[in-house]
């Protein structure tokens, strides 16, 4: 392996080299893909299993006991505006394994019919994306020990006030209560359930830590489809950075999920591989163990190190949401995450929405910082900053929802 220090991927425009998209409307033996059904039949299989072979792994199976239990109900939440509900999955395999997540739910306490819902994962427990001070703490990093013990910590990257004002639910997860975000994580995770201790040391060649928590959003997704306040049709699934790489593969498998948001998710997320700008495949491998941190894709995937000829891109990743709605966000200062290798995706995944009816995203140029852009299933905004998710992010997945779910939001230029 070529042997280069981390970061050393270009952060100038200007010295990007030419590189070579695969077209997602090109089957493996050449043809092309001329109908919708043709994608949905043959072309989108083919894809998904190019990505779970070489990126993201296997998909592991519901487990083989699934069961919900209520832990609270508050019915004057967030100023009377909202009922709060918190939630147990508890799951079981055959053997008898058993493995829970606590799931937090806020929802519009004077809706008259189930609403839309965004569906997230968050990075330090449920305790820290609201200000309310009697939620359950969720997020164990190791047994015992929360990953973070400061409540409202992460209150503005959830939005939870906004989003119920606006007529949605919300709910979320702690991303360390299915697989810890540390190495050594895997006796502590949801692969208990399914593989005995000697097989731990190869999950990577099947499994990825971004499938185990994908497989996350897919049991809550289960829950939500049981919630008689959800209209289960509606579901938006969403995630910042390693969650939105995350939030890309899960809506990609869950064809249940209405609509899928990327927030700055970078490399192994919306960024194309084959720019080599930004953070790269590397950091995911190398530096990652170097800092004690679990690699998040399957074992093949080392072999696209400093050398990204894979016969695949993250553009086709984003086509494989279509025909369903798809929000890409990212911002100025975010180099490592490229905000023009997103922009691009967009374009390039564009053809594949184009075959299911939807009007075309605009190439060209990037559009500058605060704007955005709305064109028939795919939004993407430009926002200034650094690598957050914040109000104005929200304030365009809320309008794309509007425009989607109400028909009454302003989506601007």
């Known amino acids: 392996m070529i042997q280069k220090p981390y970061g050393a991927y270009e952060t100038e425009e200007r010295l990007v080299k030419p590189y070579h998209l695969p077209d997602p409307l090109r089957n493996s033996d050449g043809t092309g893909v001329r109908t919708p059904q043709e994608w949905m039949n043959f072309r989108r299989p083919e894809l998904l299993n190019l990505f779970k072979r070489e990126e993201y792994g296997e998909i592991l199976p519901r487990p083989a006991h699934l069961s919900f239990r209520v832990l609270s109900v ?51 427990g449920n305790h820290t994306t609201t200000d309310e001070p009697d939620v359950i703490p969720t997020g164990y990093r190791t047994p015992g020990a929360l990953a973070e013990e400061t409540r409202g910590l992460q209150t503005d990257c959830w939005c939870f006030r906004e989003v119920i004002r606006r007529g949605y639910a919300s709910a979320t997860l702690c991303y360390h209560d299915l697989f810890p975000d540390i190495a050594g994580s895997i006796p502590n995770s949801v692969f208990r359930l399914f593989l005995e201790e000697a097989e731990y040391e190869a999950v990577g060649t099947t499994y990825s830590v971004i499938g185990a928590w994908a497989w996350g ?23 910042h950075s390693r969650l939105g790489k995350t939030a890309l593969w899960a809506g990609a498998v869950d064809r249940r999920f209405a609509m899928v948001i990327a927030n700055e998710s970078g490399c192994g997320g919306a960024a194309l591989h084959k720019r080599k700008f930004g953070e790269n495949i590397s950091q995911h491998f190398d530096y990652h163990r170097d800092l004690g941190i679990p690699v998040w894709f399957v074992d093949a995937c080392r072999k696209y190190i400093w050398k990204e000829e894979m016969p695949f891109d993250q553009h086709e990743l984003l086509a494989l949401i279509a025909p369903r709605p798809l929000c890409i966000g990212t911002a100025e200062l975010d180099a490592p995450a490229d905000p023009y290798g997103e922009f691009l995706s967009c374009v390039n995944a564009s053809p594949v929405y184009e075959l299911f009816g939807s009007r075309p995203f605009p190439g060209g140029k990037m559009i500058p910082p605060d704007t955005w852009i709305s064109s028939g299933s795919i939004h993407f905004h430009h926002r200034t900053g650094d690598h957050d998710q914040t109000p104005w992010d929200w304030a365009r997945y809320l309008d794309a929802a509007d425009l989607h779910w109400k028909q009454s939001g302003t989506i601007r230029h």
């Open 217 to 239: 959003l897919s049991r809550a997704m289960d829950y939500l489809e049981t919630e008689p306040a959800v209209d289960r049709s509606k579901v938006m699934l969403h995630g």
């Open 74 to 124: 508050k019915e004057d939440a967030l100023e009377n505006t909202a009922v709060r509900k918190e939630i147990r999955l508890d799951f079981a395999s055959a053997k008898g394994k058993t493995h829970s997540v606590v799931l937090l739910l806020y929802l519009p306490k004077d809706a008259e019919a189930p609403v839309p819902a965004f569906l997230g994962l968050n990075f330090n």
